[in-house]
């Protein structure tokens, strides 16, 4: 199992977090995800997801990774 943190550009309140983390907790092998947009961090623990997967999946909520 591994964490890896992402900056995740656009987010700017708690609803912004929601979104985020619910798309990147369906990538398989995502078994938390935790977000700050007062930070701007995503942190994703699991195993077997890629940077790329993470991507998309913030994209598909509506932001970038910075």
């Given at each position: 199992?591994?964490?890896?943190?992402?900056?995740?550009?656009g987010m700017t309140c708690t609803h912004c977090?929601?979104?985020?983390?619910?798309?990147i907790?369906?990538?398989p092998g995502v078994t938390d995800v935790t977000a700050d947009h007062t930070t701007g961090l995503v942190?994703?623990?699991g195993e077997?997801?890629?940077?790329?997967e993470?991507?998309?999946?913030?994209?598909?909520?509506?932001y970038t990774l910075g």
């Amino acid at each position: 199992m591994a964490t890896r943190k992402f900056n995740v550009e656009g987010m700017t309140c708690t609803h912004c977090e929601m979104s985020v983390k619910e798309e990147i907790s369906e990538i398989p092998g995502v078994t938390d995800v935790t977000a700050d947009h007062t930070t701007g961090l995503v942190e994703v623990t699991g195993e077997g997801f890629s940077a790329e997967e993470v991507s998309k999946a913030v994209h598909e909520a509506g932001y970038t990774l910075g």
